[in-house]
């Protein structure tokens, strides 16, 4: 039930695509949706987030997709640039332990790579 | 000016040993955290902890010992090092209200011998 599925493992996309992550979860206690990015060497950083009130959510490049009926959520990456190569990571948290923390359970993360 | 930063970023050790990481925030985040990251790049929860009180213990061996002596500071010590406990090691902080964004640190890379 704290489970966050994710895939695929790992993405290939050519300069100009579109890169797709997809997420799906259990808990439906859930409310809070980040996807982080990782580069090598380095910590993880919140790219955007959605809370499960709204169907999509966007920022630049980079949209939410969210459908609370079915447990998933994607990250869409558009005009994927190689710059974007890097880890990505769904995750999902709620209001827990009197609202002390902010856990988060990551999903097993997606290695992409955008070719020239 | 480094938000949340960790040292040291490398360790290389034996086993059996014991080794300490520590970890400091200057985003006046009232909550600090722990995560384990594996060989396949797998995020795990360890610690977290609200101003110097514990929060989450998630069924970590007592080998690990966190300590925060003040709401800007979480280290972490690490008894009789196994060869499993070979990870990146990430310190994150965050405050509770409001956005719930994690800050992370840019990790220690734990290597046991």
């Known amino acids: 039930q704290q489970q966050v599925k994710q895939s695929p493992q790992s993405l290939i996309v050519q300069k100009g695509g579109i890169s797709i992550i997809n997420c799906a979860y259990e808990n439906t206690a859930f409310d809070y949706f980040p996807w982080y990015q990782q580069f090598p060497g380095k910590g993880p950083a919140l790219l955007i987030a959605?809370?499960?009130?709204?169907s999509e959510k966007k920022e630049g490049r980079f949209t939410i997709s969210f459908n609370k009926s079915a447990k998933q959520f994607s990250l869409h990456i558009m005009d994927s640039q190689p710059g974007d190569s890097a880890t990505y990571f769904c995750?999902?948290?709620?209001?827990?332990?009197?609202?002390?923390?902010?856990?988060?359970?990551f999903g097993t993360g997606t290695l992409l790579a955008v070719q020239p | 000016d480094t938000a949340v930063s960790q040292t040291p970023k490398y360790l290389v050790t034996q086993m059996g040993n014991d080794k300490s990481i520590k970890c400091e925030q200057n985003?006046?985040?009232?909550?600090m955290y722990w995560y384990k990251q594996d060989s396949k790049k797998f995020l795990k929860i360890m610690f977290s902890?609200?101003?110097?009180?514990?929060?989450i213990n998630e069924t970590v061996p007592n080998r690990f010992s966190p300590k925060s002596p003040d709401k800007a500071h979480l280290n972490l010590h690490i008894n009789s090092l196994e060869l499993g406990d070979s990870a990146v090691y990430f310190c994150?902080?965050?405050?509770?209200?409001?956005?719930?964004?994690?800050?992370f640190g840019e990790g220690s890379r734990l290597t046991v011998l």
């Open positions: 994150a902080s965050s405050q509770v209200s409001g956005l719930r964004e994690l800050f």
């Open positions: 902890y609200n101003n110097k009180e514990l929060i």
């Open positions: 985003l006046g985040h009232d909550t």
């Open positions: 959605i809370r499960p009130d709204v």
């Open positions: 995750a999902a948290s709620m209001r827990d332990y009197g609202g002390a923390t902010n856990k988060l359970i």
